[in-house]
């Protein structure tokens, strides 16, 4: 998750990589000290087709998407996404599902600055989104809050948290900055909605949206 201590809120960045759930159900959290570039590959790979003797390989199953869903995959903006835009983006992960984590990041309080202790989290991360089976996806990087404090700050702070992410994947990574998507949910989309003070809600969301 990621540690937001305005009014004491923490954040994940589950990274796409989706780039894994306040809007999706049930994702699997990560424990910060336990993440490693396997794991996160796992968890953001996509199915495969079981091997044919016609063609010997296995094929990639992505999400059942729609041509309209393809093509506004495609072209989601990086950044500084509409609400309008949120919604379609945040129906389209409830309906198809698409592989997702949540992952422990820390910030300083009241601050987008991610903390030392968190950042072999994401060298991992980097890693995995630079592994051959993901390399191609859009990667979609949601931060949440939980409902402490005001709507307003919160999806700022989510916003510019989950940027601070992508930041420092892109500059640190040989990743293409068209395939990270930062995204601020601040309280909109709850994991625990009976606690919406929960530390569970204050999380980093990474969702593989497919190449």
């Known amino acids: 998750m990621i540690?937001?201590?305005?009014n004491g809120h923490c954040l994940s960045l589950p990274l796409i990589a989706l780039l894994t759930a306040g809007f999706l159900a049930s994702p699997s959290p990560v424990r910060a000290q336990d993440l490693n570039a396997n794991d996160i590959v796992r968890s953001l790979s996509v199915?495969?087709?079981?091997?044919?003797?016609s063609l010997g390989t296995q094929a990639d199953v992505?999400?059942?998407?729609s041509d309209e869903e393809k093509s506004l995959i495609k072209s989601i903006p990086t950044r500084g996404l509409k609400v309008n835009l949120k919604k379609?983006?945040?129906?389209?992960?409830?309906t198809h599902k698409p592989p997702?984590?949540?992952?422990?990041?820390?910030f300083d309080f009241n601050s987008d600055t991610v903390r030392a202790a968190s950042i072999p989290d994401l060298n991992a991360l980097g890693t995995a989104l630079i592994d051959p089976s993901l390399s191609q996806s859009r990667i979609i990087l949601n931060g949440h809050t939980d409902a402490k404090g005001s709507?307003?700050?919160?999806?700022?702070?989510?916003?510019?948290?989950a940027v601070a992410v992508r930041e420092y994947l892109i500059s640190r990574f040989p990743i293409d900055d068209n395939r990270l998507i930062a995204i601020g949910f601040g309280e909109e989309r709850l994991k625990n909605t009976y606690e919406p003070e929960a530390a569970e809600n204050r999380r980093v969301e990474i969702v593989n949206m497919g190449g």
């Open 3 to 6: 540690t937001s201590r305005q």
């Open 47 to 53: 199915a495969k087709k079981p091997m044919t003797r």
């Open 62 to 65: 992505g999400p059942p998407y």
């Open 88 to 94: 379609q983006i945040a129906e389209i992960i409830d």
């Open 100 to 106: 997702r984590l949540d992952i422990e990041i820390q």
């Open 151 to 161: 709507n307003e700050y919160n999806l700022e702070l989510s916003e510019r948290r």
